[in-house]
């Protein structure tokens, strides 16, 4: 009878489990699949149209989300949501947009390693504005960060002074959309309204600046004279922008933010992998050292981390699992980020 009376929370249980799993999952092929996606996508040498291309993934999204919305739920928009992710939004804008000038210019093994620099920048600010503890072992893992960025960044043979200014500044907006986004975000709104309502944000902050650039008459050109793969590429990056949003959400939900931050840890090794593959990334032994070096220290920061959270009451712990998590989902990115916006 004590078996009988314990089993629906042992399934619950192993309900949990699973959904926690089959949240990591999509987190991760999302991630992957985005950032190999946009690499390809962003690296055509005739669609030069970085504004275009993300104001048309943005808006996919939107509209996905719209149908999504029109036929499961009667409430799509929130003003008081719209109103929160107004400066996130401003800053993830400039986020993807470095992202995809940054994408174009440097290969994918030694960007990633760049962009570990991300989660270090946020760190320090979190240090330096909330007076928030950092490890011996966080600090250590920095040094490591910045050992192997300098080792990757000296043997880069492909070095290009206008990519690598776009990575940096791409971690600069990096580093001030996830603190903003403690200051202006609540956790009041589902993975899908928030996905939903940055989306539209981004698409009226983008799509005015295509045609301000002057990319929309050119991208629609040029596009159709684009094979037929790479346009079902391009639709494929859509539907993976709307899953990055809410996956992200998912495993905060199902699992917990260090989870997340473990993923897009793990992420960057298969990311590293498979674009040098694909992609052809030229790396000398040296820099591939530097890319080793990197990663691991990646991991390092992403487990000190949880080491020091564990000496957080709840809900600091929540919080700060939240912002750690926003970074690693961008670093695939997506990336996308993360906190409900296209990565």
């Known amino acids: 009878m004590k078996f009988l009376a314990k089993w629906p929370k042992a399934l619950r249980s192993l309900g949990g489990q699973t959904e926690a799993a089959l949240a990591c999952c999509s987190y991760a092929f999302c991630s992957i699949s985005l950032t190999l996606a946009n690499k390809a996508i962003f690296s055509e040498t005739k669609l030069n149209y ?22 499961f739920s009667s409430s799509a928009f929130k003003p008081r949501l719209f109103r ?22 440097i290969s994918l093994p030694i960007l990633t390693v760049f962009k570990s620099l991300a989660p270090m920048g946020i760190a320090l600010v979190e240090r330096a504005v909330f007076r928030e503890n950092v490890s011996t072992g966080t600090y250590c893992a920095m040094v490591l960060i910045v ?32 603190i903003s986004l403690r200051f202006c975000l609540s956790d009041e709104y589902s993975s899908a309204q928030k996905t939903l309502h940055s989306n539209i944000i981004a698409t009226s902050f983008i799509l005015p600046l295509s045609f301000l650039f002057g990319e929309i008459p050119g991208f629609f050109q040029e596009f159709q004279l684009t094979a037929m793969r790479f346009r079902m590429l391009f639709l494929f990056s859509c539907f993976l922008a709307t899953g ?38 030229k790396v000398t032994r040296s820099g591939w050292v530097g890319v080793t070096l990197g990663i ?48």
């Open 84 to 105: 929160q992710m107004l400066l996130p939004c401003f800053f993830f804008t400039a986020f993807i947009f470095s992202n995809a000038r940054s994408l174009r210019h």
């Open 50 to 71: 970085p504004w275009m291309i993300l104001g048309v993934q943005s808006l996919v999204v939107a509209l996905l989300l719209l149908m999504y919305f029109t036929s």
């Open 296 to 343: 691991a220290a990646g991991g390092c920061f992403a487990a000190s981390k949880k080491l020091s959270l564990k000496s957080l009451s709840p809900k600091s712990k929540y919080r700060k699992e939240t912002l750690k998590e926003d970074v690693s989902s961008l670093d695939s990115k997506q990336e996308k980020a993360e906190s409900g916006f296209v990565s």
């Open 244 to 281: 990055i949003g809410a996956s992200v959400f998912w495993v905060l939900k199902a699992a917990s933010g260090s989870t997340l931050s473990f993923m897009g840890a793990m992420n960057k090794v298969v990311v590293v992998i498979l674009g040098a593959m694909f992609f052809d990334a």
């Open 147 to 178: 050992l192997g960025n300098g080792v990757t960044a000296t043997n880069d043979v492909e070095f290009h002074p206008v990519g690598y200014f776009w990575a940096f500044f791409n971690i600069v907006m990096n580093v001030a959309y996830v």
